[in-house]
């Protein structure tokens, strides 16, 4: 059971209450209210004797939840009752988007502040982010750490695609050069899991460091090294059979990311192997990445746009690259090989 998409006056009331939904959802799922929900259907009477709460006061409580389209009520022939049943997937949900270790959370430590209430001036380029808050690319040790330890907060969707397919894409002997791969945290994780796969990190020199901490802390620092350079001034490494790109392309104007695609071309063999995996767009993925969209209009020298799946196959097979084709997952996987 999905939540249908709520009319302009509907959802602009919504966002307008936006700490109050908050709130409520917070509270339904620390008491537990949100996994009673889900299986459903479940009475108001039911609830609030299994909890402890004031049947007339838990009624305005669902009405919360129904309103903000997170869960369905069914009238029932007994007066004045019904049953209440959650959207599929609002414990999870819930989980990933409000838990203490979410990205969310994770963003809210962000200058976002220096935006809000002024975006007329943002917009027209009288109001900024400072540099020493945060500047693209990351210049200072404390940038680069806490950019890239968020984007490790968000690998769980990529992690699972790419184990899905990882008979298919990285089989044993596999040699993988994850370009701009942040702090080594998805080179870690495929390592752990695929014993015959050898992953380099391609980053800024000032990624170094992350990326031997997370190779000695999860024991695979002698399969994850580390090249340093800079995709934009530099070719990228040869001797890989296997060029992987995760969130990393639709940071860059079109034009960048068309240079890195050819790039990858010119450093694979050929039969060699470019992956990509982000967020490619959709509605529920722009909802995901509204921080970033809001956060960087303050940032002029961050290009940083979801992009359709096509731009990625299109743009491969013009560069010449064969056997294009797209693996499903919670992100999807577009893949494909230099003639």
């Known amino acids: 059971m999905s939540a249908p998409a709520l009319e302009p006056r509907a959802f602009l009331h919504l966002l307008f209450n936006g700490a109050r939904v ?24 039911t609830l609030a004797a299994a909890h402890g709460f004031v049947p007339a006061r838990l009624q305005k409580f669902l009405d919360c939840l129904e309103s903000a389209g997170l869960v369905r ?43 809000h209430g002024h975006l007329p001036e943002v917009l027209r380029g009288e109001r900024s982010i400072a540099p020493e808050s945060f500047d693209w690319p990351p210049r200072t040790p404390e940038q680069v750490a806490a950019f890239e330890a968020s ?48 992953v380099d990190v391609f980053n800024l020199p000032a990624c170094g460091p992350l990326v031997e901490r997370t190779g000695r802390e999860r024991g695979v620092e002698g399969r994850l090294g580390f090249v340093a350079g800079d995709f934009l001034r530099e070719p990228l490494p040869r001797g890989h059979d296997t060029l992987a790109f995760v969130r990393v392309l639709h940071d860059w104007p ?82 494909a090989r230099r003639a």
């Open 254 to 335: 079109e034009d960048t990311a068309r240079h890195l695609l050819a790039a990858a071309r010119d450093a694979l063999p050929p039969g060699g192997r470019v992956l990509i995996c982000e967020e490619f767009r959709t509605p529920a993925r722009l909802a995901a990445q509204f921080f970033w969209s809001y956060f960087l209009m303050g940032v002029d020298s961050c290009a940083s746009a979801l992009r359709d799946l096509d731009f990625y196959t299109q743009e491969l097979t013009g560069l010449g690259f064969g056997d294009v084709e797209v693996f499903p997952g919670p992100f999807e996987l577009v893949t």
């Open 22 to 45: 908050l709130d409520v959802v917070e509270t339904a799922q620390r008491l537990g209210v949100l996994d009673a929900l889900e299986p459903g259907p479940t009475s108001v009477s």
């Open 73 to 115: 009520r069914t009238p029932t022939p007994s007066p004045g009752e019904a049953h209440y049943t959650a959207v599929s997937g609002l414990g999870a949900a819930a989980r990933a988007v409000l838990g203490p270790r979410s990205q969310e959370r994770d963003r809210e430590t962000y200058d976002w502040r220096t935006l």
């Open 151 to 198: 984007m490790a907060a968000g690998l769980g969707p990529i992690r699972e695609t790419f184990l899905a397919h990882a008979a298919t894409l990285l089989p044993p002997g596999t040699r993988l050069l994850d370009v701009g791969g942040g702090d080594g945290t998805l080179g870690a994780c495929l390592l752990e899991a695929l014993p015959g796969l050898r």
